[in-house]
């Protein structure tokens, strides 16, 4: 059976749930709602297995807070020997607008420091990412409260929709591979 390994990234704590920086977790959150999955607390994250179609989806909210995130990637690749390959991770990307969807098979860090941790610890910007995007409408000097904002009501009711279309990516990332998933997402 082949196994992918997703990882939403995000902070932990109650004032961090409904921010655009926490959109990682909140994908993972929306999915294992739609299927019925529960996460556990496991070393260095919240955990939930979804298997489908001969593949298992290993869910990870890593709970080292963003600039962190790295240690727990590799981890749970190292513990579930999961090749980079087979690698998704999830998270903001103020360079686009409001909920389009950019895959991704390796880039840059982008000022992101979740991504920075994770080029860092893997030691390659070669691993595949779902960036997610929360525009920038904020102006000089707000990024930081911007990013740890919560979400307009306008973007809240726009957001199922593309919780929806993000379920979607993940499960096209693990049965038609990231160069399809590219093709059919991107943009969208």
């Known amino acids: 059976m082949k196994k ?7 902070n932990i704590g ?8 926490n959109i990682g977790f909140k994908i993972l959150d929306y999915f294992a709602k739609k299927e019925a999955l529960t996460f556990e607390t496991k070393k ?15 869910l990870l909210k890593p709970n080292t807070y963003m600039n962190l ?14 090749p980079i390959d087979n ?31 994770t080029q860092d610890k ?3 910007s070669n691993y595949n990412r779902f960036r997610f995007g929360i525009s920038d409408a ?5 990024q930081v ?3 740890l904002g919560e979400w307009t009501p306008e973007e809240d009711e726009k957001l199922e929709e593309r919780l929806e279309k993000s379920i979607a990516v993940i499960k096209s990332f693990g049965l038609a591979g990231i160069n399809t998933t590219m093709n059919l997402f991107n943009g969208k």
Do not use: C
Request: proline share 1%.
């Open 44 to 58: 260095l994250g919240e955990v939930a297995t979804y298997k489908f179609k001969g593949r298992t989806f290993i």
């Open 122 to 124: 893997l030691n390659t």
């Open 69 to 82: 995130s790295g240690k727990a990637i590799v981890y749970w690749m190292t513990k579930e020997k999961i």
């Open 14 to 21: 109650e004032e961090y749930k409904n921010t655009r920086h």
């Open 145 to 147: 409260d911007y990013v």
């Open 138 to 142: 904020f102006s000089q000097g707000r």
């Open 4 to 10: 992918f390994l997703i990882i939403g990234l995000g």
């Open 87 to 117: 690698l998704l991770v999830i998270t903001d990307d103020l360079n686009l607008p409001f909920g389009s969807i950019r895959v991704k098979l390796k880039g840059s860090a982008g000022g992101h420091n979740g991504l920075k941790d």
